[in-house]
C-alpha cells in the first residue's frame, strides 16, 4: 500500500502562483508514474500532468500547458506542482495519485487539497 499526502492549496488571485507537494510513503518501486488530477464542481476528473518517476518523461494537459510544471525529487519521495498564471477556471480539487508504469489505472490517491483562484 502507498500513502499520499498533498498539501500547499489555498486561495489566491488571478496570476498569482502556488505549488503543491505530495509525499509519498510506503511500498514504492522506481518504475512507475505520479500524476495530477483536479475536479471542479459539476466537472469530471481531469489528468492535468504525470511524470516518469524514474525517467522524467511528461506529459501535460492542454488546459496547463506552458503554465503548470511537474517535478519530483525521489529522494524524498515528493511529487510537486508548480502553477504560475493561474486562472478562475484553475479552481479545483487538487488530488495526487501514483500507477505501475505497466498498468493504465491509478490505483493510490491522496485526500485531495482545495485550490481557489479568485477574479
Known amino acids: 500500500q502507498v500513502q499520499l499526502v498533498e498539501s500547499g492549496g489555498g486561495l489566491v488571485q488571478a496570476g498569482d502562483s502556488l505549488r503543491l507537494s505530495c509525499s509519498a510513503s510506503?511500498?514504492?518501486?522506481?518504475?512507475?508514474?505520479m500524476g495530477w488530477f483536479r475536479q471542479a464542481p459539476g466537472k469530471e476528473r481531469e489528468l492535468i500532468a504525470s511524470?516518469?518517476?524514474?525517467?522524467?518523461?511528461?506529459y501535460y494537459a492542454d488546459s496547463v500547458k506552458g503554465r503548470f510544471t511537474i517535478s519530483r525529487d525521489n529522494a524524498k519521495n515528493t511529487l510537486y506542482l508548480q502553477m504560475d498564471s493561474l486562472k478562475p477556471e484553475d479552481t479545483a480539487v487538487y488530488y495526487c495519485?501514483?500507477?505501475?508504469?505497466?498498468?493504465?489505472?491509478?490505483?493510490?490517491w491522496g485526500q485531495g487539497t482545495q485550490v481557489t483562484v479568485s477574479s
Open positions: 495519485a501514483s500507477r505501475p508504469i505497466s498498468r493504465s489505472e491509478y490505483a493510490y
Open positions: 510506503g511500498r514504492t518501486f522506481s518504475t512507475y508514474v
Open positions: 511524470i516518469v518517476r524514474n525517467t522524467g518523461i511528461t
